[in-house]
């Protein structure tokens, strides 16, 4: 049986349309009136890419956290879409970040890992003297010859820092020996200049070669008498008279003070012979 409704435009029933009386593909779009295809119209996945029109699907039709990567288009995500500070470390790739990605002076010593600047890393000069730590300069640091009389202070190279024999004679000032640098007994009769020596030898009555003939003890004392009968004594202060030339022998020369000197020397020669002094320690006597 037929279903009818009222038509009120006829003013009578007439019988209701249903599904199975309207042939498929029969309601084309102008039949269906505009704003009447609800969701609940549309079947699920009916609404297809080509269905929309370009720009239809705004914000507020996207639920949140609904785009992928794989929705995203390569090089679609630009700098003034990423909101500030979201580039976390995790973000970035191994190597990514290199020099030009650097402002200047953005690396500070905090970044750096411990021994991570090395050699290659320091422009030159760039160690200034502010960057030394106190002392940290050793022996083995510094270049041979590197240390010059620029970088001494004055008075800064003690005794214990010469090495033994390094002060030579032209290392010496001139005048710079004084007497109190001299030690007792040191001026032996070789370090005498020949003048100088020759004309003390002469003053006391000894010969030049007398410290030879009496290093050569085994000769005879009686070839010894005949060089050294003039022999008198003199202080120093009759040697400066010498060497000024105004020396005149006080004692008088007598056969009896040549005997009484002559038998000290011999007394004084065997001594030594005795002794097996060395010749260097004869001179001293001497002098």
Do not use: C, W
């Not at 090089?75 to 995790?90: F, G």
């Not at 905090?110 to 890393?121: A, F, G, H, Q, R």
């Not at 730590?133 to 620029?150: F, M």
């Amino acid at each position: 049986m037929p279903t009818f409704r009222d038509d009120i435009k006829l003013g009578s029933k007439v019988p209701m349309t249903k599904t199975d009386d309207i042939n498929d593909q029969a309601i084309t779009t102008v039949k269906i009136r505009d704003g009447n295809v609800t969701t609940e119209k549309l079947a699920d996945g009916a609404v297809s890419s080509d269905k929309l029109p370009d720009g239809a699907i705004k914000t507020p039709k996207i639920a949140d956290g609904n785009i992928t990567t794989g929705k995203l288009a390569e090089l679609s995500v630009v700098t003034s879409k990423i909101a500030d500070q979201n580039v976390t470390t995790e973000k970035l790739a191994d190597q990514s970040v290199d020099n030009s990605k650097l402002s200047p002076s953005s690396v500070t010593y905090d970044k750096l890992k411990d021994k991570s600047v090395i050699t290659e890393k320091l422009n030159d000069r760039a160690v200034t003297t502010e960057k030394v730590e106190d002392k940290a300069i050793t022996n083995h640091k510094l270049g041979d010859s590197s240390v010059n009389t620029r970088v001494l202070q004055d008075a800064s190279v003690t005794t214990d820092i010469l090495a033994n024999d390094s002060v030579t004679s032209d290392k010496l000032a001139t005048e710079g020996v004084t007497r109190d640098k001299i030690a007792e007994a040191s001026i032996t009769l070789d370090k005498l200049a020949d003048n100088l020596k020759k004309l003390i030898l002469a003053a006391i009555g000894l010969p030049d070669d007398l410290v030879e003939q009496i290093q050569n003890v085994n000769d005879s004392i009686h070839n010894l008498q005949a060089q050294i009968n003039e022999f008198i004594p003199i202080t120093d202060l009759e040697i400066d008279k010498v060497v000024e030339g105004t020396y005149v022998p006080v004692e008088p020369i007598t056969p009896q003070t040549i005997e009484h000197r002559l038998h000290n020397v011999e007394q004084e020669v065997e001594t030594i012979k005795k002794s097996n002094m060395k010749p260097d320690e004869v001179k001293n006597i001497l002098t």
